[in-house]
């Protein structure tokens, strides 16, 4: 808890500090801007899915509307060795990508704090293999690997607050609701041998409405 305050307070003086410094910039004109944006999500989903570093472009058609689009990439791959020297190591490899296309309306338009919210439409799509610890002898009938994949297309709605440290950059913090058709698919591989059948694909669809994620978003502008 102290090591959190610790840091709370230090982003707070930093931020102070790049106020007063720039405290004699003209007021903030977005109106034909480009931005570039570096973006890191999945910030809120408790372990339950991969973290996401993006990239983005962002475009103002006036000082309180914007264009904005950021795919977002990422890749995990874990090794559990094996205790015993007879069985093979067990191994996850896992992979996202995704891409939102949207738009923002901001309420203070001429302020270095403003809020705004988002929305558009995102297509997002993981993979994860994990490959078992069997042993070394791979008896037939054993489980190898088990690859599952998710398709999801949705819509979604964010709130968020975007800090403007001058005319060129600015770091916004946003949380995001949506609506999400997904598609999810399990495919499991046996050791083949004598009267050994594959697992046939297994197949499900949902539909979900709720949280989804959090992001941080540093962007700069042209």
Not at 79 to 93: E, M, R
Not at 100 to 107: A, D, R
Request: glycine share 10%.
């Amino acid at each position: 808890m102290r090591k959190v305050s610790i840091m709370l307070v230090t982003i707070g003086l930093i931020f102070l500090f790049l106020n007063s410094c720039l405290a004699d910039d003209s007021t903030m004109v977005h109106k034909g801007k480009w931005g570039i944006s570096l973006s890191a999500s999945g910030l809120s989903n408790l372990g339950i899915g991969l973290y996401q570093g993006g990239i983005g472009v962002k475009y103002w058609f006036s000082n309180g509307f914007a264009l904005k689009t950021i795919l977002g990439l990422s890749a995990k791959s874990k090794t559990n060795h094996s205790a015993d020297i007879s069985y093979t190591d067990n191994k996850i490899n896992q992979a996202s990508f995704s891409v939102n296309l949207g738009t923002e309306f901001h309420f203070s338009k001429d302020s270095r704090f403003s809020p705004y919210v988002y929305t558009g439409f995102n297509y997002t799509t993981t993979t994860r293999t994990e490959y078992f610890s069997i042993p070394v002898t791979n008896p037939p009938g054993w489980s190898t690997k088990q690859h599952n994949s998710t398709g999801s297309f949705g819509l979604d709605g964010t709130i968020g607050l975007e800090y403007f440290f001058n005319k060129r950059f600015s770091l916004a913090g946003e949380y995001q609701v949506g609506l999400s058709f997904q598609t999810d698919k399990i495919q499991s591989t046996r050791v083949p041998g004598p009267g050994i059948i594959q697992p046939p694909e297994l197949k499900t669809t949902t539909t979900t409405l709720g949280t989804k994620t959090s992001s941080l978003i540093l962007t700069v502008y042209f």
